[in-house]
């Protein structure tokens, strides 16, 4: 278990926060989430990509000149490959590229990879009711209060994303907000500090604190 102070909108310790999610083997780990990683990144890959071989060109149904008595190589067609405006060979096709990994494994790697970002974690009170309209500059202001740089990737995590809170996040390039329930473990790993608040946390541990497998 890890006891994570907690700051209220003025920056000031006002209290802890125990965060405790069973985590994988050390021998284990990286390779858990390394794949866990390498598979997120695969799904958002739309393999989509497609070329055409020389049977999909159009053109190419008369042989270019005869095969021989013209001081010029054979040809048989004008689409070969060889030839500009030919087919494609091994070209990309049409693909799918999401990668299999278990439900529980997929739960583990995100736990670990939670447990491993607690010293760039900073707990947060409740704040959406402090933005009572949408305001980039007090948010901004808050972050610096919390000792977190504007200036770097930031992982924000709220049980729920409220609209205000949302438009006053939007217009910062590198905070990215997700929703206690929706994370993932690329986001967790790319952030250079994680800002949860106390409601995320509790969400967190209760949506994927019920990991049986520690032995992976």
Same mark, same amino acid.
């Given at each position: 278990?890890?006891?994570?102070?907690?700051?209220?909108?003025?920056?000031?310790? *006002?209290?802890? @926060?125990?965060?405790?999610?069973?985590? @994988?083997?050390?021998? /284990?780990?990286?390779?858990?989430?390394?794949?866990?990683?390498?598979?997120?990144?695969?799904?958002?890959?739309?393999? /989509?990509?497609?070329?055409?071989?020389?049977?999909?060109? *159009?053109?190419?149904?008369?042989?270019?000149?005869?095969?021989?008595? =013209?001081?010029?190589?054979?040809?048989? !067609?004008?689409?070969?490959?060889?030839?500009?405006?030919?087919?494609?060979? +091994?070209?990309?096709?049409?693909?799918?590229?999401?990668?299999?990994?278990?439900?529980?494994?997929?739960?583990?790697?995100?736990? /670990?990879?939670?447990? !491993?970002?607690?010293?760039?974690?900073?707990?947060?009170?409740? +704040?959406?009711?402090?933005?009572?309209?949408?305001? =980039?500059?007090?948010?901004?202001?808050?972050?610096?209060?919390?000792?977190?740089?504007?200036?770097?990737?930031? $992982?924000? &995590?709220?049980?729920? &994303?409220?609209?205000?809170? *949302?438009?006053?996040?939007?217009? $910062?390039?590198? $905070? /990215?907000?997700?929703?206690?329930?929706?994370?993932?473990?690329?986001? &967790?790993?790319?952030?250079?500090?994680?800002?949860? =608040?106390?409601?995320? $946390?509790?969400? &967190?541990?209760?949506?994927?604190?019920?990991?049986?497998?520690?032995? @992976?």
């Amino acid at each position: 278990m890890v006891a994570l102070a907690v700051k209220n909108w003025q920056g000031e310790v *006002s209290g802890e @926060a125990p965060l405790e999610l069973q985590v @994988a083997r050390t021998e /284990t780990a990286n390779h858990l989430i390394h794949r866990a990683v390498v598979r997120q990144l695969a799904h958002a890959r739309q393999g /989509t990509a497609c070329t055409k071989t020389r049977a999909e060109v *159009s053109g190419g149904g008369r042989k270019p000149w005869r095969q021989k008595g =013209t001081g010029r190589a054979r040809a048989g !067609s004008n689409r070969s490959p060889l030839w500009r405006g030919g087919g494609v060979i +091994f070209g990309p096709k049409p693909r799918d590229y999401r990668l299999k990994m278990n439900r529980k494994e997929w739960r583990l790697a995100l736990r /670990t990879a939670l447990m !491993s970002r607690a010293e760039q974690t900073v707990v947060v009170e409740e +704040f959406a009711e402090q933005l009572p309209r949408p305001k =980039t500059k007090e948010v901004v202001q808050a972050l610096n209060r919390w000792g977190v740089d504007p200036q770097r990737k930031i $992982l924000l &995590i709220v049980p729920e &994303i409220t609209e205000t809170v *949302s438009l006053s996040v939007r217009n $910062l390039p590198r $905070l /990215t907000l997700l929703r206690a329930d929706q994370l993932n473990v690329w986001d &967790i790993l790319h952030a250079d500090t994680l800002v949860v =608040t106390v409601g995320a $946390l509790q969400t &967190i541990q209760e949506v994927y604190g019920d990991g049986s497998v520690n032995d @992976a």
